[in-house]
């Protein structure tokens, strides 16, 4: 069955940095496009990168510049590298890929 297990989420200043990680199993990774999306509390969960099977990625405008988004077909992964973090940031963040969900990560944001 399709698994996609995230980690990486925790705590961090502003201004700070997170690798965000999602190991996927179940699928053919490397078909898919892969995505990486984010809920904060009372909000709706928001599209924020995601990574073609090509390696093209897509970024929402407001982490253009401080995201990238990667992947890697060998190990089955798709990774979110967050720098310049700012409290707005704060949100659980989950990955999606083959229409299916992770169980999410928990990024906070604070000094």
């Known amino acids: 069955q399709v698994q996609l297990v995230e980690s990486g989420g925790g705590l961090v200043q502003p201004g700070g940095s997170l690798r965000l990680s999602c190991a996927a199993s179940?699928?053919?990774?490397?078909?898919?496009?892969m995505g990486w999306y984010r809920q904060a509390p009372g909000k709706q969960r928001e599209f924020v990168a995601a990574?073609?099977?090509?390696?093209?990625?897509v970024y929402e405008d407001f982490v253009k510049g401080r995201f990238t988004i990667s992947r890697d077909n060998a190990k089955n992964t798709v990774y979110l590298q967050m720098n310049s973090l700012k409290p707005e940031d704060t949100a659980a963040y989950y990955c999606?890929?083959?229409?299916?969900w992770g169980q999410g990560t928990q990024v906070t944001v604070s000094s």
């Open positions: 999606n890929g083959a229409q299916h």
């Open positions: 179940g699928f053919i990774f490397s078909k898919w496009t």
């Open positions: 990574v073609t099977s090509g390696g093209s990625p």
